[in-house]
């Protein structure tokens, strides 16, 4: 399995408040990807990263925010959670385009 | 607007037969394509994937056909086993477009029944 761990797995929290999810790696792999999951909507790219501080804007971006100051961990910012942005998360690494991309094992987000 | 599709939600196999999913594709500049699998409170885990300059790609009991000028794909599992009960996930990337990440279709549902 690809070193790829997300934390945390599961969080609630409530509307307004700040949230943070961690992606690390221990794969060395150059790109980084966050998506959401929801019913209907299969995966959703929120924002995806090509190298440290080098960071850009996916599909669903809006309401999220991103940082990557090392290789291996990639983080995800909800700066004032609101109930859409329920979901399930993942993050995934890729070596070099035209590979595959691995997946962590994801991290469920209740925004009450 | 939707560039992967996966028009089937789901599918019901029974065990044994073959399995067929489908995919379509409106962006002409992908040009990699990718089956992932994913089990309920799992991430998705990748399975087979096909460069368009092929039209084929086995895997064991995984094969992946391209039709570049019907911008289709499809997946066949044969024979279909009852762990091969999931969700599938199409997806695909523009190699031109570097760190883009994957595009995905909604994916489809494949109940394989003994």
């Known amino acids: 399995d690809a070193g790829i761990t997300q934390s945390p797995r599961h969080k609630v929290t409530e509307t307004g408040t700040p949230v943070t999810l961690r992606c690390h790696q221990t794969e060395n792999h150059r790109y980084m990807y966050w998506y959401r999951q929801d019913p209907g909507h299969g995966l959703r790219l929120i924002h995806y990263s090509y190298g440290v501080k080098d960071t850009d804007k996916g599909e669903v971006s809006d309401g999220y925010s991103v940082s990557r100051s090392k290789t291996e961990d990639f983080l995800l910012t909800l700066e004032s959670a609101t109930s859409s942005q329920t979901s399930v998360y993942f993050c995934?690494?890729?070596?070099?385009?035209?590979?595959?991309?691995?997946f962590g094992q994801g991290t469920r987000l209740t925004v009450v | 607007d939707q560039q992967v599709k996966q028009n089937s939600p789901s599918l019901s196999v029974q065990e044994g037969r073959i399995s067929i999913l489908n995919c379509d594709y409106t962006n002409s500049m992908f040009d990699y394509f990718l089956w992932y699998k994913k089990y309920p409170a799992e991430g998705p885990t990748f399975l087979i994937s096909i460069s368009s300059i092929k039209d084929k790609n086995e895997d064991g009991r995984f094969t992946v056909f391209l039709n570049k000028s019907a911008k289709h794909l499809s997946l066949h599992i044969v024979p279909s086993q009852p762990g091969d009960s999931a969700v599938y996930f199409c997806?695909?990337?523009?190699?031109?477009?570097?760190?883009?990440?994957?595009?995905f279709g909604k994916g489809t549902h494949l109940i394989i029944q003994p």
């Open positions: 995934a690494i890729r070596d070099r385009a035209n590979t595959e991309a691995f």
């Open positions: 997806a695909a990337s523009d190699s031109g477009g570097g760190a883009d990440g994957l595009t």
